[in-house]
């Protein structure tokens, strides 16, 4: 999966786990990221001062409590442009939604930059304000059985432009979604979401195959273009980063 959208995906999670039980916000672990920072808007009633920076997650998430945070949510867009961008960093578009008292909604967005000497990226989040937010909160439906849908029929694509490592991934998502039993991927932990959801979000992981060399963006637009089906493999590529993302909007969210 996404790096970046595992990372807010996990912050969300455990952000919505703390406020419900009313507790501090489980430690999240940070893949590949030496530092991170959450640059927060300046306050009314701190004029003349530098807007507050929380320089790890507990610290954001503390701050965020005493504002008065009500809910959090996660979004992105369920479709893109350019599928082949992905691959880069800054381009899942995704962002922390944080709702405030008075009907005060921001967001938070990061931008990702790698540090050559270290070998690890610096995360730098910063908010902004959500002018004129909907009266209703982003709500996602469960469409657990479109992804399934999806996974069985880009499995079947790939075995037939003989693709058959991707044929493997689509099918052990597909295995995961129909059975409803989550397998840990790659020995990293899931969000803090409900046992329930796992099997959801386990499949739209695994199946999340979209980045640079050796992903579902590289070879196999070739191999489909070799036998004619070039239509075909952007029809269900396009169906694939749909559904995965709503299903991941989805199981962040909807609890």
């Known amino acids: 999966?996404?790096?970046?959208?595992?990372?807010?995906?996990?912050?969300?999670?455990?952000?919505?786990?703390?406020?419900?039980?009313?507790?501090?916000?489980q430690e999240i672990p940070?893949?590949?990221?030496?530092?991170i920072s959450f640059a927060f808007l300046p306050e009314k009633h701190c004029i003349g001062k530098n807007p507050y920076q929380a320089n790890s997650i507990a610290d954001w998430f503390t701050h965020c409590k005493n504002k008065h945070l009500k809910d959090i949510k996660f979004i992105c867009p369920v479709t893109v442009e350019h599928r082949e961008y992905l691959g880069?960093?800054?381009?899942?578009?995704?962002?922390?939604?944080?709702?405030?008292?008075?009907?005060?909604?921001?967001?938070?967005?990061?931008?990702?930059?790698?540090?050559?000497?270290?070998?690890?990226?610096?995360?730098?989040?910063?908010?902004q304000v959500w002018e004129?937010?909907?009266?209703?909160?982003?709500?996602?439906?469960?469409?657990?059985?479109?992804?399934?849908?999806?996974?069985?029929?880009?499995?079947?694509?790939?075995?037939?432009?003989?693709?058959?490592?991707?044929?493997?991934?689509?099918?052990k998502a597909y295995h995961m979604l129909s059975t409803s039993k989550y397998e840990p991927i790659n020995q990293i932990n899931p969000p803090a979401i409900p046992t329930a959801y796992l099997p959801i979000y386990g499949a739209a992981a695994?199946?999340?195959?979209?980045?640079?060399?050796?992903?579902?963006?590289?070879?196999?637009?070739y191999m489909a273009h070799q036998k004619g089906l070039d239509d075909v493999y952007e029809t269900l590529s396009n169906a694939?980063?749909?559904n995965i993302r709503l299903a991941l909007l989805y199981v962040i969210n909807e609890w």
């Open 206 to 221: 695994m199946a999340y195959v979209f980045g640079a060399m050796g992903s579902w963006n590289d070879e196999p637009p």
């Open 30 to 35: 940070l893949l590949y990221v030496q530092n």
């Open 132 to 171: 004129n937010p909907p009266k209703e909160k982003p709500h996602f439906e469960n469409n657990s059985k479109e992804l399934q849908s999806v996974l069985e029929q880009i499995r079947d694509f790939a075995t037939q432009i003989e693709c058959h490592y991707f044929a493997n991934v689509f099918d």
């Open 240 to 242: 694939l980063l749909k």
């Open 1 to 25: 999966m996404n790096g970046e959208m595992y990372q807010i995906c996990c912050i969300v999670a455990a952000t919505k786990k703390a406020l419900s039980e009313n507790t501090m916000i």
């Open 88 to 127: 880069f960093a800054n381009a899942t578009k995704s962002a922390i939604l944080c709702f405030y008292p008075d009907d005060v909604v921001t967001f938070f967005t990061a931008v990702w930059e790698f540090d050559q000497v270290q070998k690890a990226w610096n995360v730098f989040y910063t908010e």
